[in-house]
Every structure is written in C-alpha cells, then in structure tokens.
C-alpha cells in the first residue's frame, strides 16, 4: 500500500479519536463539522469546538488536496507550474476555558511532488506539537516533552534534542525581543527517505507522534481544569493569547501559506482564540506568577 493510501486513513482515524477524548473531557460542548470542497482538487473536514465546561475554542481539521501546483509553491519548491501534487494533514488548536490550562497546538502532515509522467518525484513529512502555558507548572512541561520524547526516541535518541530545538527555534515573536510563544514541544518539516529512513520507517515515526498528542496534553488538563482562577487571571490569560495571535498572523509559515494561496479562510485562522488583548507597554509585577512565566519563554531542558 502506499505512503499516502496509509496516511489518509491515519489522519481521519486521529481526527475522530482526539474529537470524541476533547468532548468526553469537557462533558458539554461538540464539535461542529463542515465538510468542504478545494477547487481544483481535494478538500477537507473541519470541525470546531466552543463555550464549553473546560474548552473555550479549538478546532481539529484534515484536508486531503491535490492538483496543479499554485504558482506561489511552483516558485517555493522551483518546480515548473504545471507540476502536480498532492498534500494531506491533519492541524488542531485548542483554547481553554480555566487560565491554568494551556493552549496546544499540534500538526501533522505528508506532501508528494508529481512530474509529467504522474510518478513522484519528491515526498517529505512534516509536523510537531507545542504547548503555551498561561502560568508555568514544572511538571507539565516535564511531562508533555516527555511524552513526545518517548515517542520520537524508539527511531533515533537524536531525534527529540533536534526536533526539540527546531520547535524552539521556529514558535518566536522575533519582533518581540526573540518571545517564545509558548515553552516549546518538537517540530519538523521535509523529512524524506534516505539511505538512513525509508518512507515506512518515516511513516511509522509520523503515526508515533500523532498518537502521542492526547496522552501529551490531556492529563495536563486534567489536572489544571478545577483550579479556581480570578478575572486577573484571565486578563493575563487574554493579554497572552495576544502573543498568539501575533505569532499566527506575522511569522507562522502554515497560515501565510494559506493565506497566499486561496486557502479556505474559516479553517486557516481557526487557530485563533476567541479572545485575546493587547495594551500598550503592558508588563507583569515583578516576582508574580504571571513574571515567572516570561522567565520560561525562552529554551530550556525540560527532560534531564
């Protein structure tokens, strides 16, 4: 069978499985789902979530897409434009209710370049996952770059040290001083076969870590989602989101992608929260919990 006839599946069996876990979880809020066409070829399942018991916003989407190259990825991958090809992936963000729970993101994707002839001439893997706190709890952090760590070391111990960096280095306001988004996870793009990894060996490494994302996160949330908070703290939780949002729109190289190609809309800035806040030369108290957390924006070893 092939890479991308095992991927699809993958994909779509993720996107039920973290959906039906999200609304157990929260025990009042359900997805809501749109199915929609690409012109051209291809398209996807978009489902969100929002005002829930514990989950303010999130949504979980696939898209299977494929056609003639857009020309703005004809001169991205310096092909000619009348090149084919094929892109599936499933993405997903979700925004909390309680400010003691972070936000997560997670993506996880296949790309195959077609010549002439219809065979493929390129195909890589891409994908990773990241958490941003609102407030820091050591062990959180411990344990969801832990979770990630054990799914990534039974293909290579180096890879979680390389992909760790990657995500640190990739997830940063740089306009904000090099401010973190969030305090990292992994992160990957054009993983392809080698004389090292076959495609399978590529495959089975990209189903480890999306299967790894709701044993990383949910147990956080469990843990977090009954703290009682304040409305201090949700004006910390808002100002944050603000980071967020500044991060998607200027530097994330998945939305301007879509943005620059005709993406559907709806489900490129799903991403975004339902709420965020900006004030202008806003900082912290110094020593307060909500200081503390800039302290963690930046790289940090959080599994010895």
């Known amino acids: 069978m092939s890479i991308k006839d095992q991927f699809i599946p993958f994909i779509h069996a993720l996107q039920n499985e973290i959906c039906q876990a999200v609304e157990d979880m929260d025990g009042k809020a359900k997805f809501r789902e749109d199915r929609w066409e690409r012109q051209g070829g291809g398209g996807g399942i978009t489902r969100v979530i929002a005002d829930g018991n514990i989950f303010q916003k999130g949504g979980v989407n696939t898209s299977v897409v494929h056609g003639t190259l857009p020309a703005v990825m004809a001169q991205q991958f310096n092909v000619a434009g009348d090149s084919s090809f094929l892109a599936a992936g499933i993405s997903l963000v979700i925004h909390p209710v309680n400010p003691f729970v972070p936000t997560v993101h997670a993506n996880f994707r296949y790309f195959e370049l077609y010549g002439e002839d219809g065979r493929i001439v390129d195909s890589w893997f891409g994908g990773g996952a990241d958490l941003t706190p609102y407030y820091i709890f050591e062990e959180d952090g411990q344990h969801f770059h832990r979770t990630f760590k054990a799914a990534c070391d039974p293909f290579g111990s180096e890879l979680y040290p390389k992909y760790k960096q990657h995500c640190d280095e990739y997830f940063v306001n740089k306009h904000r ?128």
Do not use: C
């Open 177 to 304: 001083n090099n401010e973190a988004r969030g305090i990292g996870g992994i992160f990957y793009d054009y993983l392809r076969a080698d004389a090292n990894r076959s495609a399978e060996a590529l495959l089975a490494f990209q189903f480890a870590n999306g299967k790894a994302f709701l044993p990383s996160y949910l147990p956080i949330v469990a843990r977090r989602k009954d703290i009682p908070y304040t409305d201090a703290h949700v004006h910390w939780q808002e100002y944050r989101r603000g980071r967020y949002v500044e991060f998607n729109l200027i530097h994330d190289r998945g939305t301007l992608f879509g943005l620059k190609t005709n993406g559907r809309i709806e489900s490129i800035l799903m991403s975004l929260p339902a709420k965020a806040r900006w004030e202008y030369d806003y900082h912290p108290a110094p020593g307060s919990e909500e200081a503390k957390l800039l302290e963690y924006l930046k790289p940090r070893e959080w599994v010895s």
